[in-house]
């Protein structure tokens, strides 16, 4: 079975996602296992739960080569941003084709919660700093693809972002 992502220019994915309470409940729970199994189906290397039709403050990342251990960032906060960033060009599983060029920062520290409720704060480096800002976009209703020359647009896309040919959105409740 694939499972299906939403894709751009569905507006879902410009929605700013909510907060998760703790401790998670079993559809929470069975969503992370859920996001996990969408990014290593389709390839990704991160995956937000926005992506999968659910507005909840949570993504998952795997960025090794074996794709064997994600882990799963709940409501994570960037406390700290190197002064160096890179520009580079980004792909996205919601817009399929294309890419964004965007300038990032090479090292963070995150703060956020596992699925313990376990609070944690980490630095993180290069491609998954990379990664980490990139789910964190999707968070907020930014998109890759919105960047030109590695800084933020909202306007890029705004007049297909406006289309709502594909609206949907799924209750938390």
Known sequence: MHIELVKYPDVF????????????????SRLIKFMAKAMYQNHGVGLAAIQVGYQLRMFV???????????AYINPK???????????SE??????????????????ILNYKDEEGEEHTKTFYNLEARCIQHE??????????DYEKGDYSRDKHKSQTMVESDFRAKSDS
């Open 13 to 28: 994915l410009r929605s700013v996602s909510n907060d998760v309470t703790f401790p998670l409940d079993d559809k929470t």
């Open 61 to 71: 990342m795997d960025c090794s080569r074996s794709q064997s251990g994600y882990k």
């Open 78 to 88: 960037i406390v700290e941003k190197s002064d160096e960033t890179l520009r580079d």
């Open 91 to 108: 792909g996205c599983l919601s817009a399929p084709g294309k890419q964004g060029d965007v300038r990032r920062h090479i090292r963070i």
């Open 136 to 145: 964190m976009d999707h968070l907020d209703g930014k998109l890759c693809i």
